[in-house]
């Protein structure tokens, strides 16, 4: 967090609406991100970061300035997420229904027409891997893999120990690669969760 927005975190616990607004606008990628690797829909990805800023701004005086404000911010995203997988109830995805890519993909760097279609095909095989975990195990390798948190902070968000989020990871990359595999992807292809 830069001074800016440590500013804006003070006045919007004193209840300054448009300081937090300004906090929304600075971190509404990384949230609707998380929630779309945790949720694989566009729509409820954005009301879970809408429901995450909302519970964030109504819980303000719970949030402790020794820890970081993005790890405390993510963390009530990724638990809000859970409880959306949770009722779900039906964590797999069906073979017959292809999955979007993930929206940040379509404005990645602007390669071939077919380097493209490869990459968001692998994204798409990817993003259907990691529906087919459980909610707890893809928490941990979102949260490791593709926001690269240190296992004290994921330990710290899920509410466990640093040996239990090294276990969930291990077995996580175990059966991504598996499923990988049974899929016909190359293990490399696996994004480092392989190894």
């Known amino acids: 967090m830069n001074s800016e927005e440590y500013v804006w975190l003070e006045r919007a616990m004193e209840g300054d609406k448009e300081a937090f607004g300004n906090i929304i606008e600075a971190y509404q990628g990384p949230v609707f991100n998380l929630a779309y690797r945790m949720l694989n829909n566009a729509n409820e990805a954005e009301e879970a970061a809408q429901e995450a800023f909302i519970r964030a701004y109504t819980r303000l005086d719970s949030y402790n300035p020794e820890h970081k404000f993005s790890t405390w911010l993510l963390s009530i995203t990724s638990n809000y997420c859970i409880d959306i997988i ?3 109830r039906a964590i797999l995805l069906s073979i017959d229904e292809p ?7 379509m404005s990645e760097k602007s390669a071939g027409p077919e380097s493209q279609l490869m ?12 529906e087919k975990l459980e909610p707890d195990y893809r928490q941990a390798v979102v949260l490791r893999y593709w926001y690269d948190l240190s296992y004290e902070e994921i330990a710290d968000m899920m509410s466990t120990t640093v040996s239990a989020i090294k276990s969930r990871l291990f077995r ?6 598996e ?11 696996v994004p480092e969760m392989a190894t």
């Open 86 to 88: 949770r009722k779900r």
């Open 99 to 105: 999955l979007a890519p993930h929206p940040a993909l």
């Open 119 to 130: 990459q968001n095909e692998e994204q798409i095989l990817v993003q259907s891997l990691l």
């Open 172 to 177: 996580a990359r175990r059966q991504l690669a």
């Open 179 to 189: 499923l990988g595999v049974a899929a016909g992807m190359e293990t490399t292809s």
